[in-house]
């Protein structure tokens, strides 16, 4: 069964910085491409950005309200994949999924909240 | 970025209902659209994927079609755990953008 964890959300104040994991398994994670979603209340759901696996490059892509200031990356040993946030400003807080290639099966998500 | 125009924002239904919903992409997407469930507190569920190809697992009532702008996801005869929201998302271009989400209500 394909399971994904995610952790490492919290609060943090604007302009801070916070690392989110998610664990996978059930499937081949090196194979897999992956990504990140946020869900807001008053923006529904909105594509953070993916990674490619390895063997396809490896390359990651962002959706424009983060470019710049979030990076995702993978360490295919520990099948994590993780997401740097950095420079976080208050349209930030969201709850957090990450999700397999085509967004077929997602995890639980985990709560970003940016506040002072 | 590909809007993605989701209607009704919201319907009451009630058990046995058929129930129609549909997404009305910005431009051409072919059949590069995908339909969520997401009950309170949980992740969205895949139902339909292509538009119109149902997920292993998922019941026989629910039906995908559609393709280029216009795609609809219908319940022939809703149950009770179908009470939930719905969001189609559409992946052909970057980034991939979601409908506004249609909450189906127990009248």
């Known amino acids: 069964e394909v399971q994904l964890v995610e952790s490492g959300g919290g609060l943090v104040k604007p302009g801070g910085s916070l690392r989110l994991s998610c664990a996978a398994s059930?499937?081949?994670?090196?194979?897999?491409?992956m990504a990140w979603v946020r869900q807001t209340p008053g923006k529904g759901l909105e594509w953070v950005g993916h990674?490619?696996?390895?063997?396809?490059?490896?390359?990651?892509d962002y959706g424009s309200p983060v470019k710049g200031r979030f990076i995702i990356s993978r360490d295919d040993s520990k099948d994590t994949l993780y997401l740097q946030m950095s420079s976080l400003k208050t349209d930030d807080t969201a709850l957090y999924y990450c999700?397999?290639?085509?967004?077929?099966?997602w995890g639980q998500g985990t709560l970003v909240t940016v506040s002072s | 970025d590909i809007q993605m125009t989701q209607s009704p924002s919201s319907l009451s239904a009630s058990v046995g209902d058929r129930v129609t919903i549909t997404c009305r992409a910005s431009?051409?997407?072919?059949?590069?659209l995908g339909w969520y469930q997401q009950k309170p507190g949980k992740a969205p569920k895949r139902l339909v994927a292509?538009?119109?190809s149902l997920e292993s697992g998922v019941p026989s009532r629910f039906s995908g079609s559609g393709s280029w702008r216009e795609f609809t996801l219908t319940i022939t005869s809703l149950q009770p755990e179908d009470f939930a929201t719905y969001y189609c998302?559409?992946?052909?271009?970057?980034?991939?953008?979601f409908g506004g989400g249609t909450k189906v209500e127990i009248k």
């Open positions: 999700a397999t290639s085509g967004l077929s099966t």
């Open positions: 059930g499937f081949t994670f090196r194979d897999a491409h």
């Open positions: 990674i490619k696996s390895r063997p396809d490059g490896g390359t990651a």
């Open positions: 431009q051409g997407i072919g059949n590069d």
């Open positions: 292509a538009a119109s």
């Open positions: 998302l559409q992946h052909n271009s970057y980034p991939p953008t």
